[in-house]
């Protein structure tokens, strides 16, 4: 599993870390409002709340607190109206990096962006400008627990996935956005447990960076992803996994 895959792995480590501080609750909250909002409030006919509703319950959130926010979204509860912002830029050894945002305040949030952009050692470009490096894909990460490599294999090709990746301790499973809930559904009544399921921006090629260079392409990514507003941070960058893990326990 390439460098970059794995810091997908640290990012659900510090997803769990950021649900104790309340950080990823308010980011999933964000995302049932504004899928809400969107498709309406019936997860069985709006695969952006499902998903957003899936997340949320693997993040251990209470029931109370997603209903509430799908009455927000559906206009049954008091709350703010949020804009779906994409922002483009470089970080350092002109890794392409994308950032996607929920935000109230437009202004605001692209000053500061912007600043973490220039404070990281990298730039905001304009609207674009690596969009094209990006393809939307689903990605599941399962647990490996025993299971064996075939039978993840057999279970997610059979229902659609493209590709299988594992590595030490988790499978990496690929799909088209639009299977990704058959393929979830296919490893669940296999027995196989999913760490997390999401559509995602995956690089078409990657961007190696190593030594101080790659610490500075992991502080941009802390430093954007601490940002209230933000929701996801994608990158090309691959760093050696090593480098990564060092850099996950300091």
Same mark, same amino acid.
């Given at each position: 599993?390439?460098?970059?895959?794995?810091?997908?792995?640290?990012?659900? %480590?510090?997803?769990?870390?950021?649900?104790?501080?309340?950080?990823?609750?308010?980011?999933?909250?964000?995302?049932?409002?504004?899928?809400?909002?969107?498709?309406?409030?019936?997860?069985?006919?709006?695969?952006?709340?499902?998903?957003?509703?899936?997340?949320?319950?693997?993040?251990?959130?209470?029931? $109370?607190?997603?209903?509430?926010?799908?009455?927000?979204?559906?206009?049954?509860?008091?709350?703010?109206?949020?804009?779906?912002?994409?922002?483009?830029?470089?970080?350092?050894?002109?890794?392409?990096?994308?950032?996607?945002?929920?935000?109230?305040?437009?202004?605001?949030?692209?000053?500061?962006?912007?600043?973490?952009?220039?404070?990281?050692?990298?730039?905001?470009?304009?609207?674009?400008?690596?969009?094209?490096?990006? $393809?939307?894909?689903?990605?599941?990460?399962?647990?490996?627990?025993?299971?064996?490599?075939?039978?993840?294999?057999? #279970?997610?090709?059979?229902?659609?996935?493209?590709?299988? %990746?594992?590595?030490?301790?988790?499978?990496?499973?690929?799909?088209?956005?639009?299977?990704?809930?058959?393929?979830?559904?296919?490893?669940?009544?296999?027995?196989?447990?999913?760490?997390?399921?999401?559509?995602?921006?995956?690089?078409?090629?990657?961007?190696?960076?190593?030594? #101080?260079?790659?610490?500075?392409?992991?502080?941009?990514?802390?430093?954007?992803?601490?940002?209230?507003?933000?929701?996801?941070?994608? #990158?090309?960058?691959?760093?050696?996994?090593?480098?990564?893990?060092?850099?996950?326990?300091?």
């Amino acid at each position: 599993m390439s460098g970059h895959s794995k810091w997908h792995n640290i990012r659900l %480590r510090k997803g769990k870390q950021d649900a104790e501080r309340g950080k990823l609750f308010t980011r999933l909250t964000r995302e049932i409002i504004v899928a809400a909002k969107e498709g309406g409030g019936n997860p069985e006919s709006n695969h952006r709340l499902r998903l957003a509703m899936d997340k949320a319950r693997e993040a251990s959130m209470p029931m $109370d607190t997603i209903r509430r926010g799908i009455e927000r979204g559906t206009g049954g509860g008091a709350g703010s109206n949020y804009d779906e912002v994409t922002y483009e830029g470089y970080g350092p050894g002109g890794v392409a990096v994308m950032v996607s945002v929920l935000t109230d305040n437009k202004n605001r949030t692209v000053a500061e962006i912007r600043s973490a952009f220039n404070r990281g050692g990298g730039s905001l470009g304009e609207s674009g400008c690596v969009a094209w490096m990006f $393809d939307q894909r689903g990605v599941i990460l399962a647990a490996k627990d025993g299971v064996d490599e075939d039978t993840v294999m057999l #279970s997610a090709l059979d229902a659609g996935a493209d590709d299988v %990746r594992a590595d030490e301790d988790s499978y990496e499973i690929t799909t088209a956005p639009t299977d990704l809930e058959k393929v979830s559904a296919a490893l669940g009544a296999a027995g196989i447990q999913a760490l997390s399921s999401e559509v995602t921006l995956l690089p078409k090629t990657t961007v190696t960076v190593e030594g #101080s260079q790659a610490d500075q392409v992991l502080r941009l990514m802390d430093a954007l992803e601490d940002l209230d507003d933000v929701q996801q941070v994608y #990158s090309n960058f691959d760093i050696p996994e090593g480098q990564l893990e060092a850099a996950s326990a300091a």
